[in-house]
């Protein structure tokens, strides 16, 4: 349906982008639902991720990965989990291999990736990034959470929440406190796996939306963490995060696109098969007109994403960019599924018509990775400064 032809993918890039059509149909769209019942996604599918090698794509080889350094592979599987209309596989998967990954890979100790990287590819171990709190979201430099030095470990205490794949997670990179009286320059960030005494999780989250997803509490009750676990230096936790957020925000844009895109034509199918009054919704005036609004949009947005992949490919994507990025397609994600929601009429609201879920889903994508004003924030700085 792109009239733009994207010039940005090579031939390789496209047998790529099959190969992962190709293991979604088999191995994720079948399970879906069943996964969204168990309010997560099995361990199993992890490992056939690991298997075919969707995970951590960027992993060197001398850590057992593929050392694809090339983001538009990493663009092209969310791309195609959006796509798919399966929500929480295309937060969930992405969140593992292109926001915890870089953390370790970025600022862990030679002894901590050796023991982690290649259990993050293959698929045996699922991680997660624990910074928000029960009065703490966006504001990180409010966090509670403590990490106190005894000597040849830390002693980490403290509450997550909101934590996505944090029930199934097996490894957690966790933002806490080790000056508190430093503000934003006494945060470090630690390593923390589920075999660490005094780390439990709550029971999954009884969300809107996201049913395949699992988001729960973790608690860290005096864990304690080796000094080989601490990501980087002591209090440069808050940098390391806001370097890093650039490329979560990113990889959110990227699953809000697609997703929209996906909603947008399976709604284009609906319309021209659904009759109303001797003839099918899309003959009417109202329908063509909303179907062109949505398509014109979304395909500025793709060119633009389009744009900034290969911007961050050569590292020239700031911190305001990556915002403004998450906010617009955010936006454009919410206002589609409404729009589609609409188009279907009644049965847009019934559960089993994807385009409901797909409204449930996207409604959270403007809060989560910090909230669209704050993305906004973010951008006004760059603008004004």
């Not at 293991?23 to 997560?40: R, T, Y």
């Not at 500025?300 to 403004?324: E, F, G, P, T, W």
Request: include cysteine; glycine fraction near 8%; proline fraction near 3%.
């Amino acid at each position: 349906m792109q009239s733009i032809p994207r010039t940005i993918f090579n031939q390789e890039h496209e047998m790529f982008k099959q190969s992962v059509r190709d293991f979604i149909d088999k191995e994720i769209k079948p399970f879906n639902s069943e996964w969204e019942k168990q309010k997560m996604v099995s361990k199993s599918s992890w490992k056939a991720l690991g298997d075919n090698g969707f995970l951590c794509m960027s992993a060197p080889e001398s850590y057992g990965g593929l050392g694809l350094e090339d983001f538009r592979y990493s663009a092209l599987f969310i791309e195609e989990l959006g796509l798919s209309g399966c929500s929480g596989p295309a937060i969930g998967y992405p969140l593992h291999s292109e926001i915890v990954f870089p953390y370790v890979l970025h600022y862990g100790s030679e002894e901590a990736k050796q023991k982690y990287i290649p259990l993050m590819i293959s698929g045996e171990m699922v991680s997660a990034v624990a910074m928000t709190e029960p009065g703490a979201g966006s504001d990180l430099q409010n966090i509670k959470a403590t990490a106190m030095d005894k000597g040849d470990h830390y002693v980490l205490n403290g509450t997550k929440t909101f934590i996505t794949n944090g029930y199934l997670c097996d490894l957690v990179v966790v933002a806490a406190k080790t000056d508190p009286t430093l503000g934003a320059k006494g945060i470090s960030l630690f390593l923390v796996d589920s075999e660490m005494e005094g780390f439990s999780k709550g029971v999954p989250f009884e969300k809107v939306g996201l049913h395949a997803q699992d988001t729960c509490e973790l608690f860290f009750e005096d864990v304690k963490v080796p000094k080989t676990n601490l990501l980087g230096n002591i209090g440069d936790g808050f940098k390391y995060l806001m370097t890093e957020l650039a490329q979560e925000r990113l990889v959110v844009a990227l699953a809000a696109l697609a997703l929209a895109e996906g909603t947008f034509h399976a709604t284009v199918e609906y319309v021209k098969q659904r009759p109303a009054f001797g003839k099918t919704i899309a003959d009417f005036q109202n329908t063509r007109f909303k179907i062109a609004e949505m398509s014109a949009k979304l395909e500025m947005a793709r060119i633009y994403l389009d744009q900034l992949v290969m911007l961050h490919n050569d590292k020239k994507v700031d911190s305001a960019m990556a915002s403004a990025a998450k906010y617009s397609m955010t936006e454009l994600q919410c206002e589609v599924a409404d729009e589609c929601v609409q188009l279907h009429g009644g049965y847009g609201y019934m559960w089993e018509y994807p385009v409901a879920r797909a409204y449930a889903d996207a409604r959270v994508q403007r809060i989560y990775a910090g909230t669209n004003e704050i993305m906004k924030e973010l951008i006004a700085r760059k603008v004004l400064k």
